[in-house]
């Protein structure tokens, strides 16, 4: 069974850093396509960022140069890179790993930022 997997998250002051990773059991990690969402508790699950099989990068304008994506296909492992945090970037995190037309999503990863 296919499976992936969020970690990093955690309480954070604004204008402070986290860094998040994303990784899978079960499957080949290099295949896969992987975004990064989020969501806010009473709104919708928007996304991110996301970085393809083959290493180009998208950002969301909200997080445009304060985020940065990245994989470490030899390690199984995605990564964003969270500077300059705001309380606004309170969310639980998920990643969405895509090969073929199908996703799989993590469990999500909680990132609060306050002081």
């Known amino acids: 069974q296919v499976q992936f997997v969020e970690s990093g998250g955690g309480l954070v002051q604004p204008g402070g850093s986290l860094r998040l990773s994303c990784t899978t059991v079960?499957?080949?990690?290099?295949?896969?396509?992987i975004g990064w969402y989020r969501q806010s508790p009473g709104k919708q699950r928007e996304w991110v960022a996301d970085v393809t099989r083959g290493g180009s990068t998208n950002y969301a304008d909200s997080v445009k140069g304060r985020f940065t994506v990245s994989r470490d296909n030899a390690n199984n492992m995605a990564y964003l890179e969270l500077n300059n945090l705001k309380p606004e970037d309170t969310a639980v995190y998920y990643c969405k790993a895509t090969w073929n037309y199908v996703s799989y999503w993590g469990q999500g990863t909680q990132v609060t930022v306050s002081s």
């Open positions: 079960g499957s080949l990690f290099s295949r896969y396509d």
